[in-house]
C-alpha cells in the first residue's frame, strides 16, 4: 500500500477494505480481527469493526518481515543438512 492509496481510503478501513487490501475475504479479515492478529476497533452504535491504515501496514510490514526471517531460518536448516 502505497501514501497515495492510504490518503485516497482515509484514516480508518472497514472490514471489506482490509480483506481487499489484503486480498482476501471479509470474513477472513474478521478472523484476523476476532483473534486480535489485527488490530481493530470497535465504532458506531452496531459496532462496527475499523482498522486503521497505519497499523494495517505495520501488519503487512510485519508478515513480510516474519517470512523474511523464516526464510532465513530454512536457508540455514538446510545448510547444516548439507554440511552433514
Same mark, same amino acid.
Given at each position: 500500500?502505497? #501514501?497515495?492509496? #492510504?490518503?485516497?481510503?482515509?484514516?480508518?478501513?472497514? &472490514?471489506?477494505?482490509? #480483506?481487499?487490501?489484503?486480498?482476501?475475504? $471479509?470474513?477472513?479479515?474478521? @478472523?484476523? *480481527?476476532?483473534?486480535?492478529?489485527?488490530?481493530?476497533?470497535? $465504532?458506531? !452504535?452496531? !459496532?462496527?469493526?475499523? $482498522?486503521?491504515?497505519? *497499523? &494495517?501496514?505495520?501488519?503487512?510490514? !510485519?508478515?513480510?518481515?516474519?517470512? =523474511?526471517? =523464516? !526464510? &532465513?531460518? =530454512?536457508? @540455514?536448516?538446510? @545448510?547444516? $543438512?548439507?554440511?552433514?
Amino acid at each position: 500500500m502505497t #501514501a497515495d492509496d #492510504a490518503r485516497e481510503l482515509g484514516r480508518f478501513l472497514t &472490514l471489506a477494505d482490509t #480483506a481487499d487490501v489484503l486480498a482476501i475475504s $471479509v470474513n477472513q479479515a474478521y @478472523a484476523l *480481527v476476532r483473534s486480535g492478529e489485527l488490530p481493530a476497533i470497535k $465504532v458506531g !452504535g452496531a !459496532g462496527h469493526w475499523r $482498522v486503521e491504515v497505519s *497499523v &494495517l501496514q505495520a501488519y503487512i510490514d !510485519g508478515k513480510y518481515e516474519e517470512s =523474511r526471517r =523464516r !526464510g &532465513l531460518w =530454512r536457508q @540455514a536448516a538446510y @545448510a547444516d $543438512v548439507l554440511e552433514l
